[in-house]
């Protein structure tokens, strides 16, 4: 199983303020933003050379993002790892005893076949697996 470090996101309570940091004050570009809406997000993704950062802005209270920046305020949501194929990745993980938020993939930003790993089996982090789909490249 090839995995490659995708994009790390980061939930923001104040899209605005992120922007001038890291938009204004560190030169990072948006090159995609869009609405997220199975997951109650507006996703704006930098680009930052061989990878990205996610800016999750909630458009919905009930979002994970949401629950998420109730409970420990903004900043680092997750890490997004690219597999090739995500039902593949899936099995793998469940057969060495992986704890999974998802285990049937569902639609992520940009098209992408999305599933989660809970944080208690990647030592506190959330991590996103992520197959891209097909002829979209994310780190534009």
Known sequence: MKVVLDHIGIAVSNLAEALAFYRDALGFEITVSEEV??????????????????????TTDSSPVAQFIGHRGPG?????????????????????????????????????????????SAHGVL??????????NNLV
């Open 37 to 58: 809406e199975t997951q109650g997000v507006r996703a704006h993704f930098l680009a930052t050379g061989g990878t990205s950062l996610e800016l999750l802005e909630v």
């Open 76 to 120: 680092l949501h997750h890490i997004t790892l690219r597999v090739d194929d995500i039902n593949q990745a899936i099995t793998h993980l469940e057969t060495r005893g992986v704890q999974l938020i998802d285990k049937v993939p569902r639609l992520g930003a940009r098209g992408a076949l999305i599933a989660f790993v809970h944080p208690s």
């Open 127 to 136: 991590v996103e697996l992520k197959e891209e789909k097909m002829g979209i």
